[in-house]
């Protein structure tokens, strides 16, 4: 079973900066997309940013230019850099592997992001 931990969520300020690290137990997916997402109080589940084994990426219109997702595959950690933050960025914030044609879904426990004065 996969398992994802994420971390370095906090409290910024607006226009701040916070990079979020998502670490994966060892897989074997040869095909496999890996993403950000996140959900505010009272909302849906939203994605942020993916990207795929092939290193294609994908970005919500909220957050392009301001976000990069990126993969460092020798020690299986995915991250977000997030910079020029703002309060509607808060939210907590979710990794999430998908492989096997959507068979394989697992989620982090999550990260709570605060962009506050």
């Known amino acids: 079973q996969v398992q994802l931990v994420e971390s370095g969520g906090g409290l910024v300020r607006p226009g701040g900066s916070l990079r979020l690290s998502c670490a994966a137990s060892?897989?074997?997916?040869?095909?496999?997309?890996m993403g950000w997402y996140r959900q505010a109080p009272e909302k849906q589940r939203e994605l942020v940013a993916a990207?795929?084994?092939?290193?294609?990426?994908n970005y919500a219109d909220s957050v392009k230019g301001r976000f990069t997702i990126s993969r460092d595959n020798a020690d299986n950690t995915l991250y977000l850099r997030m910079n020029s933050l703002k309060p509607d960025d808060t939210a907590v914030y979710y990794c999430?592997?998908?492989?096997?044609?959507?068979?394989?879904?697992?989620w982090g426990q999550g990260t709570q992001v605060t962009v506050s004065s």
């Open positions: 999430n592997l998908k492989a096997l044609y959507g068979t394989i879904n697992v």
């Open positions: 060892r897989f074997t997916f040869r095909s496999y997309t």
């Open positions: 990207m795929t084994s092939s290193d294609l990426t």
